[in-house]
């Protein structure tokens, strides 16, 4: 794992495909108020199945709240086709073909396969915020598949942060 990122600096670039064309690029999001991209483990995980069901039933007031919103794995074309097809995840985009590198680059953790339906490589969860200028907002990096914040309860911080002019926290280096 690289140096982990600090809040109210700018994240690493993040360029992906996206599950029934085109492609996710975090330097074009233009969301009023934060792009979330959440890094899944892949399409072997049932938790993340859980998981992504649950942020797409969300969805909406994430849109309404002023995000915009991508899910994000180290699966090929294939399986993430697959989760998209199988999960019913309606218009929740889902990237794939997350390199080693960019995994890195995000702080993520990484793991090997120890069960024969895990894929080889995959990251763990890691959920982000990242404000219209490119800057973290929030970080959620775990190393295990069910340590993962509550989507619902992220999102009913949204508007107290917005009024309150609410900073990003961490940034402190002593």
Same mark, same amino acid.
């Given at each position: 794992?690289?140096?982990?990122?600090?809040?109210?600096?700018?994240?690493?670039?993040?360029? #992906?495909?996206?599950?029934?064309?085109?492609?996710?690029d975090? %330097? !074009?999001?233009?969301?009023?108020?934060?792009?979330?991209?959440?890094?899944? /483990?892949?399409?072997?995980?049932p938790?993340?199945?859980n998981? #992504?069901q &649950?942020?797409? !039933?969300?969805?909406? &007031?994430?849109?309404? !709240?002023?995000?915009?919103?991508?899910? !994000?794995?180290?699966?090929?074309?294939?399986?993430?086709?697959?989760?998209?097809?199988?999960?019913?995840?309606? %218009?929740? /985009?889902?990237?794939?073909?997350? %390199?080693?590198? =960019?995994a890195?680059?995000? &702080?993520?953790? $990484? %793991?090997?396969?120890?069960? =024969?339906?895990?894929?080889? $490589?995959?990251?763990?969860?890691?959920?982000?915020? $990242? /404000?219209? =200028?490119?800057?973290?907002?929030?970080?959620? $990096?775990?190393?295990?598949?069910?340590? /993962?914040? =509550?989507?619902?309860?992220?999102?009913?911080?949204?508007?107290?942060?917005?009024?309150?002019?609410?900073?990003?926290?961490g940034?402190?280096? &002593?």
């Amino acid at each position: 794992m690289s140096e982990k990122l600090t809040p109210d600096t700018a994240v690493p670039g993040l360029k #992906l495909p996206l599950v029934g064309g085109g492609t996710f690029d975090l %330097s !074009a999001e233009t969301p009023k108020n934060f792009t979330m991209v959440l890094f899944y /483990r892949g399409y072997h995980c049932p938790v993340c199945k859980n998981y #992504l069901q &649950g942020l797409a !039933a969300l969805l909406s &007031g994430y849109e309404e !709240a002023g995000f915009s919103v991508v899910a !994000a794995s180290m699966n090929g074309p294939e399986l993430a086709e697959k989760a998209a097809a199988e999960w019913e995840l309606g %218009s929740l /985009r889902l990237a794939h073909s997350v %390199s080693v590198d =960019d995994a890195k680059n995000w &702080g993520l953790w $990484i %793991s090997k396969a120890f069960k =024969d339906v895990e894929a080889d $490589i995959f990251t763990e969860p890691g959920l982000f915020w $990242i /404000r219209p =200028d490119g800057k973290l907002y929030l970080a959620d $990096i775990s190393n295990m598949p069910w340590a /993962r914040p =509550d989507l619902k309860n992220l999102l009913t911080k949204v508007d107290y942060a917005l009024a309150n002019d609410y900073p990003a926290r961490g940034t402190y280096a &002593g």
